[in-house]
């Protein structure tokens, strides 16, 4: 079973602060990495994807992976009221000649006024 | 250009009917994956297709069923629907090359079925 862990929350951050949302994933093939905002009673935004080990940076975003940890993270800088939804992590592996996207079941993020 | 989209956005059925969900990708992209979303199970993978033959398939029972048409639109069908069907069914597409970018998915606003 490829699996895709997060802490499911709340996490709650007040306004102005560094919110750090982590992902761990079991399949070692996995090639690349992606972070999506759901609001509540949305559809999943893709806002973040990383494919090779180290940071990137886009904004007031950080992603962060490292493979021989099997480890992935985002790093809101200067969280506002706004980003508080939920973020899911997906993983993408080639299989049977396609990708298939693995996701977990999101980390729900709170920033507090 | 324009996003994914999805009809219909909300849909009442009756436990035993069936029902046919559409997608529409974005221009030029020529993979369709089909999810699942509850509160408890998270987002689950129905089926991908690509080029009007279905690639990859999810842990789903037979009555989920899908299709992709030469345009890439794409359907899913499922049918003698039980209450637990109920969901919030999102699509995706994505355009499909050699670099690691053109396979990144985006997602329609879904379409949210309830089963009575």
């Known amino acids: 079973q490829k699996e895709v862990e997060q802490n499911s929350g709340p996490l709650s951050v007040p306004e102005g602060a560094i919110a750090s949302l982590n992902c761990t994933y079991s399949?070692?093939?996995?090639?690349?990495f992606f972070w999506y905002r759901q609001y509540s009673g949305k559809s999943p935004e893709l806002i973040m994807s990383?494919?090779?080990?180290g940071d990137k940076e886009d904004g007031r975003f950080t992603a962060q992976l490292n493979k021989a940890s099997q480890y992935v993270s985002l790093l809101i800088r200067d969280s506002q009221p706004s980003d508080s939804a939920t973020y899911l992590c997906a993983v993408n592996a080639l299989r049977a000649g396609s990708y298939q996207l693995t996701f977990g079941k999101g980390t729900k993020l709170s920033v507090i006024p | 250009k324009a996003g994914v989209t999805q009809t219909p956005r909300y849909l009442i059925k009756t436990r035993g009917q069936q029902v046919t969900l559409s997608c529409s990708p974005i221009?030029?992209?020529?993979?369709v994956s089909w999810y699942q979303q509850t509160p408890g199970q998270g987002l689950q993978f129905l089926f991908e297709?690509?080029?009007?033959?279905?690639?990859n398939k999810g842990n789903f029972p037979g009555r989920f069923s899908g299709r992709q048409f030469s345009n890439s639109r794409s359907e899913m069908n499922v049918s003698t629907l039980e209450l637990g069907d109920s969901a919030l069914y999102l699509c995706?597409?994505?355009?499909?090359?050699?670099?690691?970018?053109?396979?990144?998915?985006?997602f329609g606003p879904g379409t949210r079925l309830t089963v009575l």
């Open positions: 995706a597409s994505s355009l499909v090359g050699v670099y690691a970018k053109d396979n990144e998915q985006f």
């Open positions: 297709y690509f080029s009007e033959t279905q690639r």
């Open positions: 990383i494919y090779s080990n």
């Open positions: 399949d070692r093939v996995s090639q690349s």
């Open positions: 221009s030029g992209h020529r993979s």
